[in-house]
C-alpha cells in the first residue's frame, strides 16, 4: 500500500485478556518496527525486524509482549494478559534503510 | 543506537515567529533525522543531514548539524498554527542500527 497501515486504530480489553495488534508495512521495506509511546512520553523501542535475520527483541518489557513478522511482510504484536500499565499508543514503522514511515498507531486502553 | 535529547521541553510562539529547537547526542553519526508528531499518533520524517554536511533547508526548514559539539538545530521559519506539533530528532549510527527517540520539543503555535 501506499503507507504503513496499523489495526485497530483504537482497542479497549479487559486487564488481562490478550491484545494482538497489526502492521501492514511499506511493500518491499526490508525493516519493521514496534515502539510504544505512554501519554506525555516519548516513544519507547520493543523489537525491530530486519529481512531474514533474527529480530532484535531487546524493548520487550516483559515475556508478556511477543511479535512476529510473516513473509517478511506482515507483522504482529501480541501482548498476553494485558496490565493497565500496557495502556499506551502502539507504533509501527517500516524503512527500506534509515528513514522511516510509521504508521497512525493503535491506541490501546486496558480497563 | 543512541537517543537525542530535544531542547527546550516546549515552546510557545506566535503565528510568523521563527521556532528553534535543538537536539544534542553522544557518539558518532551517520546522519541524523527530525521527525514531527502531531496529536499523539504516528512521527512524519521532515529532513535528514548526513554527518559531512554543516546544514540543509527544505521549505520553511532549517537543520544545522555541529559534529564536533555533537549537536544539531531545527529552524522553522515564519511558524503557522498547523507547525503545531512535537519535534524528534534522531541520530542514525549506521548499519542495522535502530532509530531511537526522546521526548521531544512540543511546539505550541498560536494566533
Known amino acids: 500500500g501506499a503507507g504503513v497501515s496499523q489495526s485497530p486504530s483504537n482497542k479497549v480489553t479487559e486487564k488481562g485478556k490478550d491484545v494482538e495488534l497489526r502492521c501492514d508495512p511499506i511493500?518491499?521495506?526490508?525493516?519493521l518496527y514496534w515502539y510504544r509511546q505512554s501519554l506525555g512520553q516519548g516513544l519507547e523501542f520493543l523489537i525491530y525486524?530486519?529481512?531474514?535475520?533474527?529480530?532484535?527483541k531487546s524493548g520487550l518489557p516483559s515475556d508478556r509482549f511477543s511479535a512476529e513478522r510473516t513473509g517478511g511482510s506482515v507483522s504482529t504484536l501480541t501482548i498476553q494478559r494485558t496490565q493497565q500499565e500496557d495502556s499506551a499508543v502502539y507504533l509501527c514503522?517500516?524503512?527500506?534503510?534509515?528513514?522511516?514511515?510509521f504508521g497512525s498507531g493503535t491506541r490501546l486502553t486496558v480497563v | 543506537s543512541q537517543q537525542g535529547e530535544e531542547d527546550p521541553q516546549a515552546l510557545s510562539i506566535q503565528e510568523g515567529e521563527n521556532a528553534t529547537m535543538n537536539c544534542s547526542y553522544k557518539?558518532?553519526?551517520?546522519?541524523l533525522q527530525w521527525y514531527r508528531q502531531n496529536s499523539g499518533r504516528g512521527l512524519v520524517h521532515l529532513i535528514l543531514i548526513r554527518s559531512n554536511e554543516r546544514e540543509k533547508h527544505s521549505g520553511r526548514l532549517r537543520v544545522t548539524l555541529d559534529t564536533s559539539k555533537k549537536s544539531s538545530s531545527l529552524l522553522i521559519t515564519a511558524s503557522r498554527a498547523a507547525d503545531t506539533a512535537s519535534y524528534f530528532c534522531?541520530?542514525?549510527?549506521?548499519?542495522?542500527?535502530?532509530?531511537?527517540f526522546g521526548t521531544g520539543t512540543r511546539l505550541q503555535v498560536t494566533l
Open positions: 511493500s518491499g521495506h526490508t525493516a
Open positions: 514503522a517500516s524503512s527500506p534503510t534509515y528513514v522511516y514511515t
Open positions: 525486524f530486519q529481512g531474514n535475520s533474527a529480530p532484535d
Open positions: 534522531a541520530p542514525y549510527t549506521g548499519t542495522a542500527s535502530k532509530l531511537t
Open positions: 557518539t558518532s553519526i551517520n546522519n
